[in-house]
């Protein structure tokens, strides 16, 4: 019961997200598009990596971590990790653009995926 109510929650969130967008793209210059990509794009940036590594630190079982902490503690790890990690890529001779800063948001979130799922298997087998 647990999984279907997130996948309600996830589908509520792109509702949300998306009216967002419409109502944006309708209150400005902007066309649905540039809406779609500002908001989704913060989302995206903002929210998510974040979102993925607080779980890395604090794993459901271990230390309890509500809803809302864990969504402050997803802005700020995002805010910390994404910046970092494009600067330190750019040191090393990686252009900064918006296709780079995708891959890069892309590479921390199967990063942190990874060490999620890789956990729970060794957890189910022990």
Do not use: H
């Amino acid at each position: 019961m647990k999984g279907i109510s997130w996948i309600f929650g996830g589908i509520a969130v792109f509702i949300v997200l998306e009216v967002v967008t419409v109502i944006l793209g309708v209150a400005t210059e902007m066309t649905y598009l540039e809406s779609f990509r500002v908001i989704f794009g913060s989302v995206y940036v903002l929210f998510v990596p974040g979102l993925v590594w607080s779980f890395v630190f604090f794993p459901f079982g271990e230390k309890k971590v509500d809803i809302i902490e864990r969504i402050a503690l997803s802005f700020a790890l995002s805010i910390a990790i994404v910046p970092l990690a494009v600067f330190y890529l750019n040191l090393i001779g990686l252009k900064i653009s918006a296709w780079s800063s995708f891959l890069v948001v892309l590479v921390l979130i199967i990063a942190g995926l990874s060490v999620v799922i890789l956990r729970r298997k060794r957890r189910v087998f022990e």
